[in-house]
């Protein structure tokens, strides 16, 4: 065998050699450690949310064409890249060059507030347009479909991608002739009259255009070497891996043959994960990738057969293309598998994963394998021993051993064969987010007629997520042989399929009633398409469905996007150089884009740097009974593991009222806790040794996980808040009715999506320290990492210079992970970074908490709300039908009081009422969806409005305090630094912003490199939506006392530059430097008296949002937002509508989709993307309108703005209330009139739980108690 150890590929148009490769190495560390490209970034490490996707271009000499394909780096070995050309975000332009049209688009669309994730964006948009560069809105949000970003909420990304369109600007939806902005999408008007929409946030005309001619060529030394073919086997090995890439199908199945057990390697997304999340180690790994046979695709008299090597992606356009070709009665098994192709994974996974991966992984919940199941498909096998053909049915899917691939036979290829006349096939699906998301329950379900009889002849039904594999109610179907297909075989088929296929009260993954319900509503489903077409084949014989029943069948996702934005006009005085008020886009924008913006973990390592990872407790509430170290210690590479004996009297800093312990020390209460910190040399060699950490632990009672639980061993966090207005109990004597009950409230995961991340330096001299961290309060990492190594603050400098999002995720988790980070610093005098990966990051770090509100309110029967008795239980964890008349008149009057007697100016609420009121055309379309509710029996809409109060304060005029400094250096420039964090929410642009104005110079004279306790010290805490207002006012004092000091040198020479003033200045011995402060807002609160004046403003809004609901499988559309927004005065209204429509995705993710799951042990199930479902693109409402009210004064803010970081997360509760209106319709057309009490999330589990009907009457049900469910409430 003629063997090549050594690899070659290319990165960015440059030759790469790997000598040594180990086999274990994946491209994502390979390019940000070894290559030092950084620009893509590590979100997930699990193919699930795109923040590392590169392009792949590979050249086939048989086809000659480039195939170009988007890959989450995360998940490539490689050992599997031999002859392929990368490229990355650096590849494709850059501030140093020329940046390219998708980069330099996006920044200016507004399209990156943190940036994380815009490199992966940028890259999958980028792919796009190499193979399609005037792509359709369809092919831009599937591109797109397996990006998550936290921030922005999308809108803005899809406007820059769309300038790529032939039509841009609108839906491109003229089914009817008529598109979105020409009619809103019910066919009203848009807004009432006079309410123009604002011209775009960026000037299209402007940019540089695509030019595709300029884009790296493919590497031609790669052509000649797929072209010669001379191709030697490749063999790539390290002392505990080896990877064997064959040339030929005759050797390929030579390596099978001498190691069975080794797995075939093709897309890596089933084996990869399974490595990286379960520890399973291959020790051979066969990688076929060359092997042409295995990428066959043949037309054959009956049906198609695939190759096992296509790629999803590839078989997705096989069957698109076949589709349009044949009759229709051919393709049903193809419009199937394409129906599904559609909406599983991602782009980037799709175009990695390969056919006979998927089938071959079985995955329990594989969205083909229920389909290919009933279609008669077979399987093409072949080993040294010969050709051999196995039907994929559910003896295969099960792995029996007589029906199963043997350990030396690999997959060739896949017989699917044509569909016959008189034959349906059918393909159904709900995950908790309609796109790249597994799913919950799916089917794939097959009848076959007789010639025009209508009696049943064949009948396949297979499901998947309901056991350990897809199951098909083989006996059922068999049973219902020679029927006829009416409402009576639905109902035998529906019980006997519950019967046959039945899930246990404790099964994994939990919802078990509503995956019962979904079993039988998929059947109904399959009844009424399968009813639809026979009744069109044959009008005589079948009977026509209900109209209203039609509604079962109609898809509710829509991928045409429309949006509007209406925002304050610059006055005519306004001086033109002054950028206040302007959409000025993100300072590091084009830097997000290109991967030049650095993120901690991309800073390169410290000569010498040691990495540090953390064992965490598996148990919920456990003594520790002893801590073995021993043979983690004898790891390679491993320097040193500290436990809290370490640690010893610093192993706790107290920020709040009680200390809080960093390493556990007998006892553990939380799982997740940190237990011992492992230091090591690399990232790898710390994690293997953390998994040889041997605890014992002895579990204690009790073990408190809900609100419930905590109620009644009365475990609560001091100090309880009360708050009381009036005398409640003599108003609830006079009302006329009482309503009393409880909501419940989910937690959610903050998702940033750079995780916690740090580095921390010893200097070597005077025991200083720097520490670079991802965190909103540098001071508490200051005074932690201070107390921790007992020196003075001013010994430890912390840095931020900017985050990749944080939401309030980043303080004080973050300040013990670097506390003991910087203990190991301390102790070793070296380097220590720690990154966490995404699933520590959601164990260790917790959440927003979830709440129980019990509430008793006594109203009149005109709807007036008299009395309002409230408890509110929050559970923090270990540590510390309203009809809108109701809404209306119970709202603030203009002038008003809080609870707490706080005085209130409400006339901006009512403002944004009225016209969210208008521009919704609210009236108009709750009268179209009450019509379209009576027309449609499975399909509800709902439309539910809410006005927003959101109060802007910290509690006390400490906690609002803010610095800034101020340098002019001679030549003019500026340097301005403050105490706010840039995570996402444009703090710094603001503040070049208020410099330019203050100063009357361009921005692009002002530079701000970072925050540093060693610039401003004693910083509070980025947060509460106030950074920008703060800081702001610090910035402006600083430069008005600048201007003070120069005005004379300025008025003497008016035409002079700032270049000569500096200049004049210092040569008249005037300090060009300036500290400015803001003492913080007026705030007191008397929680004894229960009044004050806590917050300094409150941001109004309001929000309408229509959804179209599926009441037989709990899915919902967002049809359509419209948000009206007081920001006072906007400093910049691009930043100003992204933070409001990304906190409204946000807060719609937590109202309905984001749902944690936690073991009735404690242990959080949902640890990562592929398990919790922040909003994707598809979860955008397919019509967006944010309009903000004209400017109105507030005399103590910066220039009269107001802060937004956080208010409109509020506003995702109008979808929340319109998902409600929905259920209520459907609930009220069957019959059940009472009150209708939902918690959030609105999962797709409780909609469909909620819209009772006969299927949820049929499904079994168990007696709670009597089994251990899967998760726990908490
Ligand atoms: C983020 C993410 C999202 C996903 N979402 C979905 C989803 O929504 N719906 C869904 O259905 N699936 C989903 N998947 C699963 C995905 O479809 C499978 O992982 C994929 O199809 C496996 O293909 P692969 O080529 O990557 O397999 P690999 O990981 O390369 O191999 C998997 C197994 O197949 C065997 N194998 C591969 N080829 C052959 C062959 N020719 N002969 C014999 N054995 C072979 C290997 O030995 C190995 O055991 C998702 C996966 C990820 C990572
Ligand atoms: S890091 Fe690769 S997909 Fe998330
Ligand atoms: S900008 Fe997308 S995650 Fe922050």
């Given at each position: 065998m003629d063997r090549a150890s050594e690899l070659l590929f290319y990165v960015n148009g440059r030759k790469v050699i790997e000598?040594?490769?180990?086999?274990?190495?994946?491209l994502l560390p390979y390019l940000r450690?070894?290559?030092?490209?950084?620009?893509?970034?590590?979100?997930?490490?699990?193919?699930?949310?795109?923040?590392?996707t590169v392009m792949i271009s590979r050249y086939n000499p048989i086809t000659k064409r480039i195939r170009h394909h988007p890959a989450n780096a995360c998940l490539?070995?490689?050992?599997?890249?031999?002859g392929a050309a990368i490229t990355t975000v650096?590849?494709?332009?850059s501030t140093h060059t020329r940046i390219h049209p998708v980069q330099e688009r996006i920044a200016k669309c507004h399209?990156?507030?943190?940036?994380?994730c815009t490199p992966g964006m940028v890259m999958s948009i980028y792919t796009l347009l190499r193979n399609?560069?005037?792509?359709t809105l369809d092919q831009l949000t599937d591109a797109l479909g397996g990006n998550l970003c936290?921030?922005?909420?999308?809108r803005p990304i899809i406007d820059a991608c769309k300038t790529?369109?032939?039509?841009?600007?609108?839906?491109?939806?003229?089914?009817?002739?008529?598109?979105c902005l020409d009619q809103g999408?019910?066919?009203?008007?848009?807004?009432?009259?006079?309410s123009k929409t604002s011209p775009?946030?960026?000037?299209?005309?402007?940019f540089l255009p695509l030019d595709p001619t300029q884009e790296l060529i493919f590497p031609p030394e790669l052509m000649i070497m797929a072209e010669k073919q001379s191709q030697r086997t490749r063999v790539f090995g390290s002392e505990r891996m080896m990877w064997f890439s064959p040339v030929t199908l005759k050797e390929l199945l030579e390596f099978k043959f001498k190691y069975p057990q080794a797995p075939v390697v093709m897309g890596n997304t089933s084996v990869g994960p399974e490595v990286k999340f379960k520890g399973v180690f291959h020790p051979v790994i066969i990688s076929p990738?060359?092997?042409?046979?295995?990428?066959v695709v043949n037309h054959t008299y009956n049906g198609l057969t695939l190759g096992a090597g296509l790629s999803l992606a590839q078989v997705k356009d096989i069957l698109a293309d076949v589709v349009q070709k044949l009759p229709e009665e051919k393709t049903q098994m193809y419009r199937a598998l394409l129906k599904h192709l559609g909406t599983l994974a991602g782009s980037q996974i799709r175009n990695m994963a390969s056919l006979g991966g998927h089938i071959i992984s079985?995955?329990?919940?594989?969205?083909?394998n229920p389909i290919l199941a009933v279609g008669n498909c077979t399987l093409n096998l072949l080993s040294k021993e010969g050709k051999r053909q196995i039907p994929l049915n559910e003896q295969f899917l099960s792995k029996c051993p007589n029906a199963d691939l043997k350990p030396q036979e690999i997959l060739v290829s896949v017989n699917i064969p044509y569909s016959r006349k008189w034959e349906f096939v059918s393909a159904f699906r709900q995950a908790q987010?309609?796109?790249n998301a597994l799913a919950i329950v799916n089917s794939g379900m097959r009848v076959f007629f007789g010639e025009g009889v209508g009696i049943i002849r064949e009948l396949c039904i297979s499901y998947g997520g309901v056991g350990s594999t897809a199951i098909c109610a083989k006996n059922s179907c068999q049973e219902l042989?020679?029927?006829?297909?009416n409402e009576e075989m639905l109902d035998i088929a529906c019980r006997l399929v519950l019967d046959e296929v039945s899930l246990l009260g404790?099964?994994?993954?939990?919802k078990v009633e509503f995956k019962r319900t979904l079993i039988i509503s998929f059947l109904f489903k399959f009844y009424l398409e399968v009813s639809q077409i026979l009744k069109k084949m044959d009008p005589v014989h079948y009977p026509s469905l209900a109209d209203k029943y039609e509604?079962?069948?109609?898809?509710?996702?829509?991928?045409h996007h429309c949006s509007t934005l209406k925002y304050q006009n610059i006055g005519p005085?306004?001086?033109?150089?002054?950028?206040?008020?302007h959409p000025i886009m993100h300072l590091s924008g084009v830097k997000h884009a290109t991967g030049e913006a650095i993120y901690c973990d991309d800073m390169p390592p410290v000569d010498q740097e040691l990495f540090l990872t953390f064992v965490t407790?598996?148990?919920?509430?456990?003594?520790?009974v002893s801590i073995d170290l021993s043979e983690a210690l004898s790891m390679?590479?491993?320097?040193d593991i500290m436990t809290a004996e370490h640690l010893s009297d610093v192993n706790s800093f107290c920020f709040f009222t009680e200390a809080e312990k960093f390493l556990a020390t007998?006892?553990?209460?939380?799982?997740?806790?940190?237990v011992c910190a492992v230091l090591a040399d690399s990232e790898v060699q710390a994690k293997r040794a953390a998994k040889r950490v041997k605890i014992v632990y002895q579990d204690l009672e009790?073990?408190?996980?809900t609100i419930e639980e905590s109620i009644q061993h009365n475990s609560f966090f001091e100090p309880e808040r009360k708050l009381e207005y009036g005398n409640v109990d003599e108003a609830f004597k006079v009302v006329d009715q009482i309503l009393e009950g409880e909501i419940h409230m989910g937690g959610q995961e903050?998702?940033?999506?750079?995780t916690q991340s740090m580095l921390v330096v010893p200097?070597?001299?005077?025991?200083e320290m720097d520490v670079y961290v991802s965190t909103q309060f540098p001071k508490y990492i200051q005074d932690i990492v201070a107390s921790t190594l007992k020196l003075?603050?001013?010994?430890v400098m912390c840095h931020v210079r900017?985050?990749?999002?944080?939401f309030g995720g980043k303080v004080l988790k973050t300040g013990i992970i670097a506390a003991v980070t910087a203990f190991a610093a301390n102790k070793h005098g070296r380097a220590v970074r720690c990154a966490l990966e995404r699933g520590e990051d959601m164990l260790i770090t917790g959440g927003r908490h979830p709440y129980l509100g019990k509430y008793k309110a006594g109203f009149m029967?005109?709807?007036?709300?008299?009395a309002l008795d409230m408890e509110h239980y929050s559970n923090a964890g270990a540590s510390l039908d309203e009809s809108l008349f109701v809404r209306m008149i119970n709202m603030y009057k203009e002038i008003d009081q809080t609870p707490y007697k706080q005085e209130i100016n409400a006339k901006n609420l009512t403002q944004c009422w009225r016209e969210c009121m208008a521009m919704s055309s609210y009236s108009l379309r709750k009268v179209v969806v009450e019509k379209f509710n009576a027309e449609n029996y499975w399909k509800k809409k709902g439309l539910a409005m809410v006005p927003l109060k959101y109060p802007v304060g910290l509690g006390s005029r400490a906690a609002g305090q803010a610095a800034a400094l101020v340098h002019i250096y001679l030549d003019g420039s500026v340097l301005v630094t403050h105490g706010?964090?840039?995570?996402?929410?444009g703090v710094h642009t603001k503040m070049i912003q208020v410099v330019s104005r203050e100063l009357r110079?361009?921005?692009?004279?002002v530079h701000l490199r970072g925050t540093s306790t060693e610039t401003v010290p004693n910083a509070n805490i980025?947060?509460?939506?106030v950074v920008a207002d703060l800081n702001g006012l610090a910035v402006k004092d600083a430069c008005q006392t600048l201007l003070k000091r120069l005005e004379p040198i300025i008025s003497k020479n008016?035409?002079?530059?700032w270049k000569d003033w500096a200049q004049t200045a210092f040569d008249e011995s005037i300090s060009l430097s300036a500290v400015g402060y803001f003492r913080g807002y007026e705030s007191d609160m008397n929680w004894e008296k229960g009044?004050?004046?806590?917050?300094?403003y409150f941001v109004y809004g309001a929000a309408c949002s229509e959804v179209e609901i599926?009441?037989?499988?709990?899915d919902h559309k967002n049809i359509r937002t419209d948000i009206v927004m007081?920001?006072?005065?906007?400093?910049?209204p691009a930043i100003d509508i992204g933070q409001i429509e990304g906190a409204f995705i946000q807060g719609m993710g937590l109202y309905t989709i984001e749902e944690l799951n936690y073991s009735p042990?404690?242990?959080?199930?949902?640890?990562g993307p592929d398990q919790y479902k922040i909003p994707a693109?598809?979860?955008?409402?397919t019509e967006l309108h944010i309009a903000l009210l004209p400017p109105s004064q507030n005399s103590n803010t910066l220039y009269s703005s107001k802060g937004l970081g956080?208010?409109?997360?509020?506003?995702?509760c109008s979808v929340f209330f319109a998902i409600h209106d929905a259920v209520s319709a459907a609930r009220q057309e069957r019959g059940l009139h009472g009150p209708l009490s939902l918690n959030s999330p609105l999962t797709p589990e409780k909609i469909r739980m909620a819209c009772e009907d006969k299927f949820t009457k049929m499904i079994p049900r168990d007696e709670p108690g009597s089994y251990v469910p899967w998760n726990v409430p908490i």
């Open positions: 000598k040594n490769v180990d086999p274990e190495t994946m450690k070894k290559l030092r490209l950084t620009g893509t970034k590590y979100g997930c490490g699990g193919g699930g949310c795109g923040a590392c490539i070995p490689i050992c599997s890249l031999y650096e590849g494709i332009g399209g990156t507030q943190c940036g994380f399609h560069p005037e792509p936290r921030c922005t909420g999308y790529f369109c032939k039509t841009s600007g609108c839906c491109q939806s003229k089914e009817n002739g008529v598109c999408i019910n066919g009203l008007p848009e807004f009432e009259e006079g775009k946030l960026f000037a299209e005309e402007e990738d060359r092997i042409e046979e295995l990428s079985r995955h329990p919940d594989s969205d083909l987010r309609q796109e042989i020679g029927r006829r297909w404790s099964a994994p993954g939990g509604s079962a069948l109609e898809d509710l996702h829509s991928k005085k306004q001086h033109p150089q002054d950028p206040i008020g407790s598996s148990r919920a509430h456990a003594k520790i390679p590479g491993v320097v007998d006892k553990v209460f939380c799982v997740g806790q940190l009790p073990l408190i996980l903050h998702f940033y999506m750079e200097k070597g001299e005077d025991q003075p603050a001013n010994k900017r985050v990749g999002g944080a029967n005109d709807g007036r709300i008299l706010g964090i840039e995570m996402g929410q110079m361009p921005m692009s004279n980025s947060g509460g939506s008016p035409k002079g530059t009044e004050g004046h806590p917050f300094e599926d009441c037989l499988t709990g007081d920001v006072g005065c906007s400093i910049n042990q404690g242990i959080l199930h949902t640890r693109i598809c979860d955008m409402p956080e208010s409109g997360v509020f506003l995702g």
